[in-house]
């Protein structure tokens, strides 16, 4: 094993005192998978781990894979590639952001972030785009690139899920409810597959539609989930001005800095179930930080545009 992978210390859970949970009679902790690495945070770095070890013992030196402007997972896939002596080949949709490039650079931390740890960026048009698990288009890749270790959109594999089923831990055995915002549904299908027989998982979906309970079943055969779809803040990569207040005061009484694209929808939801009497008196939560804080600076510059009030997190 690679040593970046095998110098993690278990994430601390840390204990979330509010009125809001005294009411209800309900015990929240914060697993901080965000402080697992400073580039290659929360599920990304689990969610590669296997990935990328599997590519190194298999001779591959190049890693492929795709995600919009502002990922997450991009951001991570070229930090951890960097780490390990592996290129990277990041396939970003939007053809558009190629036609100045410094230009975009300049704009975009996420994909300037990338470029600085030696990513290579093909932008493609978005219908090119839901292409991007077609086998002929895969081949047009490995035509122009040559041999890669491909990686899919967000990161979800069954690789992907082996790595998430590292995130629960022994010493999470006393939790009631595991809560986990969903994105393509590998984070929560590792979870799920490492919960014991008292444990139910309730997933928060980042986004709208109702897919992710078939791609879910697709890693795990346990039973003990459920998603509430809800709190997505009018879906991916959105969010509004109720949700830009909760992140910034949630930061400022607990010190943690939530992500406006995953983890604020999954504890504003836990937050409102508990107001709502949802739990059960002295249940005790779990809830998964995921990590993604480099997309506060996109989304900022989304909610600038719209005259919204601003994310205020330092990170």
């Not at 951001?75 to 390990?84: D, R, S, V």
């Not at 509430?228 to 943690?256: A, D, L, R, T």
Request: net charge positive; hydrophobic share 35%; charged share 25%.
């Amino acid at each position: 094993m690679h040593i970046f992978f095998s110098e993690t210390s278990p994430s601390k859970n840390q204990s979330i005192t509010h009125s809001i949970l005294d009411k209800a009679e309900v015990f929240l902790d914060i697993k901080r998978e965000d402080q697992i690495h400073k580039d290659v945070s929360g599920n990304k770095f689990r969610k590669l781990k296997y990935n990328l070890i599997k590519a190194k013992k298999s001779g591959y030196t190049t890693i492929l894979t795709f995600g919009g402007a502002y990922s997450n997972h991009i951001a991570a896939t070229a930090a951890a590639g960097e780490i390990m002596g592996l290129q990277t080949i990041g396939v970003i949709r939007g053809d558009e952001l190629a036609k100045d490039l410094d230009k975009t650079l300049s704009e975009n931390d996420t994909l300037r972030f990338a470029h600085a740890s030696g990513m290579h960026l093909k932008f493609i048009s978005r219908e090119q785009y839901r292409d991007k698990t077609s086998s002929a288009f895969l081949e047009q890749l490995k035509d122009e690139f040559g041999s890669c270790y491909i990686i899919p959109e967000g990161g979800t594999n069954d690789l992907a899920v082996k790595g998430c089923e590292e995130i629960l831990t022994t010493q999470d055995n006393t939790y009631d409810v595991i809560c986990c915002a969903v994105g393509t549904g590998g984070t929560i299908s590792g979870i799920i597959n490492s919960t014991k027989a008292h444990q139910t998982v309730m997933g928060f979906p980042a986004l709208k539609g109702n897919f992710l309970d078939k791609e879910i079943k697709k890693y795990t055969s346990k039973t003990n989930w459920k998603l509430i779809s809800e709190y997505h803040f009018g879906g991916y990569g959105k969010i509004n001005q109720e949700g830009v207040e909760f992140m910034n005061e949630f930061n400022n009484q607990q010190h943690i800095a939530l992500d406006p694209v995953y983890t604020v929808k999954m504890v504003f939801g836990i937050f409102d179930l508990a107001q709502k009497g949802v739990f059960k008196k002295n249940t005790r939560i779990l809830a998964i930080h995921t990590g993604g804080l480099q997309g506060i600076s996109g989304m900022n510059k989304k909610l600038k545009k719209k005259k919204l009030p601003l994310i205020t997190i330092e990170y």
